[in-house]
């Protein structure tokens, strides 16, 4: 069995959908079936290259872009490329959203190959150019023999999937036990610098849905021995500075900067509780989350309707949910959670045993291998 990950961009450009596809790309790999990747890269160059550890490689093809419109990376020759290369394969893996390998796929040939679509979002925010892409989307749709939803809460709550509900499969996204790393000496340090401090962690793209400029602004209710680290960066980092400039709290948020991947891990090991205060479905399931819990750290997220983040974060067990856009509402969470040994203890072991049985890679690929195995006519690796 040949398989082909399609989609967006790939490592080292970084978002949940490109560590999604690495990981499964990664471990179907690691456990023997032939996966390469195809996709756009993030510059203006076609880029070639073979991936080699030590018991497999695989190939990842990066197509020239040339540029972004509406959250599509324009890159024609990721149509050639698909059409010269799909007779290779027996199952092609799509991820959504992606206009552009959807655009490559209706113009190549299927003629036989299985295909999977994995819905890891709706299209939010471009509504008006929906109406002219829903064809073509509905065609891809229709041709996908399955297609996996990140939670089942997706696939209820989804309009866009509702009509091909019946091909729908809930696989929640998966991460390596141990994929992130703490060093105990950086640990050290970093709870010397914030000593005394009850420290609240959350990361991701400075970007509207999200929402840090809620809990930017949850600081205010907070008490003086808590301070909120933000990682990330992103077109409104300077919007967040002058939050925190205009209500001075230069002494309750740190805002980071981007972080190496070898560092995370000691932010998650050093945080009290981890939050992520999305406020729009475009936040669709939040890896981030499950890369918190696998350090066992209980979360506060939000209740955002249609997405699968209250799902992954199950209130009252794993951690809390509350509204939207309510900075007082991520403040009163953060000290209940803090404030309260035995909730916290709870959280915390809930978080561990959740994320252990949930979202480890190895049950996710386990998963969909069987749904590759079901489609692969012979039934083999």
Known sequence: MKVLQLGKFYPPDVGGIESAIYEITEELNRRGVMCDVLCSNSKREYKEEVIKKETYQYKVIRTKSYG???STSITPQMIFKLRKII????????????????????????????LVVHWHSDIIRQRFSLMF????????????????????????????????????????????????????????????NYKGKKIIFSIGRFIAYKGFEY?????????????????GNGPLGSKYEKIIQKYDLFNKVKLLGRL????????????????????????????????????????????IKGSGVS????????????????????????????????VYKKFSENALKRFNEEFTIEKEVSRILEIYKSLNKEGEL
């Open 311 to 342: 799902w992954v974060n199950q209130d009252g067990i794993t951690g809390l949910n509350v509204e939207t856009k309510n900075p007082k509402a991520l403040t009163q969470a953060i000290k209940f959670i803090c404030s309260n040994r035995e």
């Open 87 to 114: 007779s290779k394969y027996d199952i092609i893996h799509l991820h959504h959203p992606d206009p552009m390998a959807n655009l490559a796929l209706f113009l190549s040939r299927l003629n036989g190959k299985k």
């Open 133 to 192: 892409y829903k064809p073509l989307l509905n065609w891809m749709l229709k041709c996908a023999d399955v297609i996996i939803a990140t939670s089942p809460k997706y696939i209820e709550e989804s309009e866009q999937l509702l009509p091909f509900k019946e091909k729908c499969v809930a696989i929640p996204l998966g991460i390596r036990k141990n994929k992130l790393r703490s060093n105990s000496n950086l640990v050290s340090n970093l709870r010397e």
């Open 215 to 231: 809990l930017i602004e949850s600081a205010k209710y907070l008490p003086s021995d808590y301070i909120i680290l933000i990682g």
């Open 68 to 70: 972004k419109i509406l």
């Open 260 to 303: 190496p991947q070898n560092m995370l891990g000691n932010y998650y090991d050093v945080c009290d509780v981890f939050c992520l205060p999305s406020i729009s479905k475009n936040e669709a399931f939040g890896l981030v989350l499950v890369e918190a819990m696998s350090f066992g750290k209980p979360v506060v997220a939000t209740n």
